[in-house]
């Protein structure tokens, strides 16, 4: 069974740094790609960032570019998303999600349930 | 950079009624990049519709995806209570991802 839990969530000032990570289990984790979704309270599904299976190539929504970075340790079998110079509109539940096929990017069946981050002094 | 805009913004129907969903893309996009999912409040996303209209493993036979080009929809034959939530488009292309605003469908 696919299993993904993120972690590394909390309050964090603006212009603070945050390092999220998503552990994941019940595949081969080199084989697929994997990305970071974000919803902040009571608002739509934003997509962040992507990163494909050998963690050669990575992707990312205008929005954060520049500011965070996504990464992948396979051997671990995790997900990371360092997030620098954080902003108040950056504040979300942060999920991290699977593709279907093997370097298919799309779609994606299965996610994690998120760990919230919270930019505010 | 494409855009999706899902409409209504929130449907109000009652159990055994039909549901029509739209997402309207701001071009042509390919269906095969095309998906629906269901989100229930304090839950993550669950695909359901894939390829503009291939349901996702488990997801029961009253709900389908059709479309083609810049118009899309999601239509749930026949409404169960468990039906009731939020649904959302979303486009893969130019690797990026895109999501529609979604469509909240509330019990009326």
């Known amino acids: 069974e696919v299993q993904l839990l993120e972690s590394g969530g909390g309050l964090v000032q603006p212009g603070g740094s945050l390092r999220l990570s998503c552990a994941a289990s019940?595949?081969?984790?080199?084989?697929?790609?994997m990305s970071w979704v974000r919803q902040a309270p009571g608002k739509g599904l934003e997509w962040v960032s992507a990163?494909?299976?050998?963690?050669?190539?990575?992707f990312y929504a205008d929005s954060v570019k520049g500011r965070f970075t996504i990464s992948r340790d396979n051997s671990r079998n995790t997900l990371y998303l360092q997030m620098n110079s954080l902003r108040a509109e950056d504040t979300a539940l942060y999920y991290c999600?699977?593709?279907?096929?093997?370097?298919?990017?799309?779609?994606?069946?299965?996610w994690g349930q998120g760990t919230m981050v919270t930019v505010s002094s | 950079e494409i855009v999706l805009t899902q409409s209504p913004g929130t449907l109000s129907l009652s159990p055994g009624e039909r549901a029509t969903l739209s997402c309207r893309a701001s071009?042509?996009?390919?269906?095969?990049?095309l998906a629906w999912y269901q989100q229930k409040p304090g839950q993550a996303p669950r695909l359901l519709i894939y390829g503009a209209s291939s349901r996702a493993t488990g997801i029961p036979d009253r709900f389908s995806g059709s479309g083609s080009g810049t118009d899309f929809t999601l239509t749930i034959s026949r409404l169960e209570p468990e039906d009731f939530a939020v649904y959302y488009c979303?486009?893969?292309?130019?690797?990026?991802?895109?999501f529609g605003q979604g469509t909240k469908l509330e019990i009326k």
């Open positions: 990163i494909r299976g050998s963690g050669a190539s990575t």
């Open positions: 999600a699977k593709d279907a096929y093997s370097g298919s990017y799309f779609p994606l069946p299965n």
């Open positions: 979303q486009h893969y292309g130019s690797s990026r991802y895109t």
């Open positions: 071009q042509s996009v390919s269906s095969s990049y």
């Open positions: 019940g595949f081969t984790f080199s084989d697929h790609a």
